[in-house]
């Protein structure tokens, strides 16, 4: 017999809505998993006297909610929330407890989720492995000696271990996607401007977004929905979409033109025979579901790499900038390392890179147009072991090897397109590894909608981690 866990966020949402259980009587399944089973680092606060605040508030559901009105979530340790600790990952703010809660966190109240609390991340959302000094490393189900990947890794480890059935994670270079490939996930960034990033506005770049990582497509869809919408002020914004992206789930995708390429693009590197036979397999499988596969050359060049790590090292800097002395001594050796980068960036050099980056872009862009979507590899390699890419020692080594671990997903950031990580491949001894597809900007309809068709053809959702 199925436990509460074992159904996916829809599902749950379907019990809350015939009242066979309470948003309370969930809450509660969750939280005593979240005691017994975090043994992943999924969590660095758990916010229970919010929670049962929040569940004594959702006392009858109001006409036109969401479908995941009730469900728990969590909420990434780099979104303001009120009144429960936020860490941003730091050690230089592990007490710090904001006054305000950002468009991401009232938009989950608004739709009448639970979080549960905040999920592990890396200092400031940098690196690609979550390795904090604020909390135990995130490690993969599958796994637990190795990453779940960042930034969003406590985010991943909690939904794979099945301690929340979605959750919020964002994505500045790749930090929904990664962890979602390390932990046999979707993880879905949408295109830039489609959620707010009131009232903050911190990347100049336009290159960070929130989105949702979920078991399911149509879980992943869901969340979309309740994420997604524009606020006065916002320097980006998609144009709305006439119908919800769940919707999209059930409309068949009709025969697509779907562009690939292999060829690493921020850093030379050899990519894993599991990774490409997980592209491999991917491709077949759309040519067998009626889509035409069509090689192409890298959009981005060389030349884009170290634009991109100009603008990226300034905005490591910006995390810092305003930080007294002694905080700034409790920072780690790889934000130090790239604030030191980005602080010998003057204005005049961050605008022109910033320029560039766009017209790198555009390119780009342009490029793909003839495009319905883009077929990569998410990874390099499966998760590796913790600690493996972390050198604190060497922190320009440490910063190649995650360029070597993931050569695409930041391509899709510069761009400003949706991508999507699907689990669509193992390795024989059980590590999950994910295949990537982008679509146009603005197009998460039609990726969710080729995703739900992938997702029925592969069937990957009776693939459960060690202890679930």
Known sequence: MAELHDLTALEQGELLHRCEISPGELAEHYLDRIARLDDVGAFVTVAEERISTCARELAVKPVGASPLWGVPTAIKDLNLTRGVRTTFGSAAFASFVPEVSDNVTLSIEAAG??????????????????????APPAVTPWDRTRIAGGSSGGAAAAVAAGLVPVAQGSDGG?????????????????????????????????????????????????????????????????????????????????????????????????????CVTAWENASSLL????????????????????????????????????????????????????????????????????????????????????????????????????????????????????????????????????????????????????????????EESLLLSLSAQIEAAALWDHRLPPGW
């Not at 790749?174 to 979602?180: D, F, T």
Request: with cysteine.
């Open 113 to 134: 989720m639970i979080s549960l609390g905040k999920t592990n991340t890396p200092e400031f959302g940098s690196p690609c492995y979550t390795e904090p000094d604020v």
């Open 174 to 274: 790749g930090s929904i996607r990664i962890p979602a490939s390390c932990c046999g996930l979707i993880g879905l960034k949408p295109t830039r401007g489609r959620i707010s990033p009131s009232p903050m506005y911190g990347d100049a770049a336009g290159l960070a977004t929130a989105g949702p990582i979920a078991r399911t497509v149509r879980d992943a869809a869901a969340f979309l929905d309740v994420l997604a919408g524009r606020r006065t002020g916002d320097p980006f914004w998609a144009p709305e979409e006439p119908l919800p992206f769940l919707d999209a789930c059930d409309r068949p995708p009709g025969r697509l033109r779907i562009a690939r390429f292999i060829e690493p693009l921020i850093a030379e590197t050899t990519v894993d025979a599991e």
């Open 287 to 442: 040519e067998s579901l009626g889509h035409e596969i069509v090689d192409i050359p890298r959009p981005l060049p060389v030349e884009a790499v170290a634009v991109f790590e100009t603008v990226w090292a300034v905005g490591t800097a910006m995390s810092v900038v305003n930080l007294a002395a002694e905080q700034r001594s409790q920072i780690r050796p790889l934000t130090r390392w790239l604030t030191e980068r980005g602080e010998a960036v003057s204005g005049p050099q961050f605008g022109l890179a910033i320029a560039e980056l766009r017209r790198f872009a555009a390119v780009a862009l342009e490029a793909l147009a003839p495009y319905d979507a883009v077929l990569t590899p998410t990874l390099a390699t499966p998760p590796p072991k913790v600690g493996e890419i972390r050198n604190d020692t060497d922190p320009a080594a440490d910063f190649q090897a995650q360029k070597e671990f993931t050569p695409w997903t930041s391509a899709w950031n510069v761009t400003g397109m949706p991508a999507i990580s699907l689990p669509l491949h193992w390795t024989p001894s059980g590590l999950p590894v994910g295949v990537m597809l982008a679509a146009r900007p603005a």
